[in-house]
């Protein structure tokens, strides 16, 4: 894996074996842990996969939160991927942009955050070369080698089924959102690609609210622009309009009592006077 550091954070490129994560591989990755806890040298016969596989599994599990560097499970994800779990097949839409935004914010895998918060502002149209270009401008040595089969597993990860894809199991993880959308060719016949605006109205105000609240920065005092756009913000993150993430924010506001939204003088917050139980946010939501 590759790490160079920029802005007081560290951007990782690679590592993923250029696999992009299929669909049942996190519920596999979780039950191996639950009941081997360490990856071994036969892993593979009990995930049903060959080595390189594994190792991606094991990138797959870091990059969505689901362990953490010492290998150890998230309560979340417990919660979440047990057999008896919330939602251990990802059936709910809200499981999808969770994951999504778990993805783009731990970014333990850079590319998705980068591409979420900075390449589809400054190109919303977007080919391989203008991430290449836009890495480079972070001053690292990445190999466009390197940069270039992240890429390729990015749009993997998000791809629209225009790929006609025969099997499930081969289909990008995140695909349903509907993210991502190759709309045609550039001059240098480069496959050309948009974020879609897709997640105002199928987007959960429970998973947005969760995804606001576990960011452990944030105090009871928020700052509309640090959710539109810090490294985590989900503004950005789930591609909303700063309009669409107010309507989101005050209706937020009309659900909690303890949570209000204030527009005073130009000056926007979200303010919270006591925070919701976490994992009580998404029993609830998953309970619905």
């Keep these: 894996m590759n790490y160079f550091y920029f802005k007081r954070y560290i951007l990782t490129y690679s590592g993923h074996d250029t696999f992009h994560c299929r669909l049942f591989w996190l519920k596999k990755g979780f039950d191996y842990t639950l009941t081997k806890q360490k990856f071994q040298d036969d892993s593979g016969v009990f995930l049903g996969v060959g080595k390189n596989m594994v190792n991606s599994i094991r990138f797959w599990l870091k990059a969505f939160g689901i362990v953490n560097e010492q290998n150890q499970l998230s309560k979340l994800f417990s919660n979440l991927l047990d057999d008896d ?3 251990p097949y990802f059936e709910n839409e809200g499981t999808l942009w969770l994951l999504h935004y778990k993805l783009c914010a731990i970014n333990h895998s850079s ?4 591409i979420f918060r900075e390449l589809r502002k400054l190109k919303p149209e977007f080919t391989k070369t203008h991430f290449i270009d836009l890495v480079k401008e972070k001053k690292t040595d990445q190999s466009e080698n390197i940069l270039s089969k992240d890429f390729s597993v990015f749009t993997r990860t998000y791809n629209d089924k225009q790929n006609d894809l025969k099997e499930d199991s081969l289909s990008g993880l995140l695909s349903e959102l509907n993210l991502l959308k190759e709309i045609g060719k550039n001059e240098n016949k480069e496959p050309l690609y948009r974020i879609e605006n897709n997640s105002s109205d199928s987007l959960p105000i429970k998973i947005l609210l969760y995804c606001i609240l576990e960011n452990e920065a944030y105090g009871n005092s928020i700052s509309f622009k640090s959710l539109y756009s810090d490294l985590r913000g ?3 993150i789930f591609v909303l309009t700063p309009e669409e ?3 989101k924010l005050i209706e937020l506001a009309s659900l909690y009592p303890n949570i209000t939204y204030s527009n005073e003088a130009g ?3 979200l303010q919270i006077r006591e ?3 976490l994992i009580g946010i998404l029993e609830e ?3 619905a």
Excluded: S
């Design 267 to 269: 000056v926007k917050e």
């Design 85 to 87: 779990g919330w939602d």
């Design 111 to 114: 590319i998705y955050n980068l």
């Design 245 to 247: 993430l107010e309507n």
């Design 285 to 287: 939501y998953y309970a």
């Design 275 to 277: 925070k919701p139980n």
């Design 234 to 236: 989900v503004g950005n």
